[in-house]
């Protein structure tokens, strides 16, 4: 692994279904963000967390849950997929502690939910 | 409310300057970040600046203005495979990093 993976890298889903997007870091960072990217709106936070264990909401957080156990993964969880979930969802993660809190992006999970 | 604007859309010429720019008003301010993003791909990280003034990298620059709420990145020697979407993201005070919507940079020939 060399950085930042997600999987699936797509997937289409029945409303109602239960999903989980998978995201792991090699980097070390400590902190971990999921990401929405919709067409004509910027990234819009959906959760992070700063340090293993603990987690934080973002501005859509609704409809969504995460964990964060160890430092490397930090996986997304939509417990009853929705049509407005369709979008294109992209895994960071940064260093908090360095000069510039720079953040690194895994390569998305296309989602489409019908 | 927190707000990044940006253009939509920019077109140039290749081996031409095309300079875009990003306003922003938000509750705090810890840097300005621009992004390059290629279509279907992830954002990659660009320039940071929080103090005012220029940054140069290469053939990208980046500049801030503080007072103003204001930055633009500018690109030389433009080449076809810089087009793409650039982000504009301001981190605030709450170290959350607030996105433009991002200007889609089309280069012809």
């Known amino acids: 692994i060399a950085g930042i993976t997600q999987a699936p890298t797509s997937q289409i889903l029945a409303a109602g279904r239960r999903m989980t997007l998978r995201c792991t870091q090699d980097?070390?960072?400590?902190?971990m963000y999921w990401y929405r990217q919709d067409l004509g709106l910027g990234l819009r936070l959906i959760h992070y967390?700063?340090?293993?264990?603990?987690?934080g909401k973002g501005e859509v957080p609704d409809g969504y849950s995460v964990s964060r156990a160890n430092t490397d993964d930090f996986p997304l969880t939509l417990a009853s997929a929705v049509p407005s979930q369709t979008s294109v969802y992209f895994c960071?993660?940064?260093?908090?502690?360095?000069?510039?809190?720079?953040?690194?992006f895994g390569p998305g999970t296309r989602l489409t939910v019908l | 409310g927190q707000n990044i604007d940006q253009p939509t859309e920019m077109t140039a010429t290749e081996g031409a300057i095309v300079q875009i720019n990003c306003t922003y008003q938000?509750?705090?301010?810890?840097?300005l970040f621009w992004y390059q993003q290629h279509a279907g791909e992830a954002p990659t990280f660009l320039s940071y600046n929080v103090l005012d003034g220029l940054e140069e990298k290469g053939r990208f620059s980046s500049f801030l203005s503080r007072s103003k709420g204001y930055s633009y990145l500018l690109l030389k020697e433009l080449q076809m495979k810089d087009s793409a979407s650039y982000l504009c993201a301001v981190m605030d005070s709450n170290y959350q990093l607030i996105w433009g919507a991002g200007t889609k940079l089309i280069i012809k020939p």
């Open positions: 967390s700063n340090t293993a264990g603990t987690t």
């Open positions: 960071a993660s940064s260093d908090t502690r360095s000069s510039v809190d720079t953040q690194y």
């Open positions: 938000t509750s705090g301010f810890n840097g």
């Open positions: 980097m070390r960072h400590n902190a």
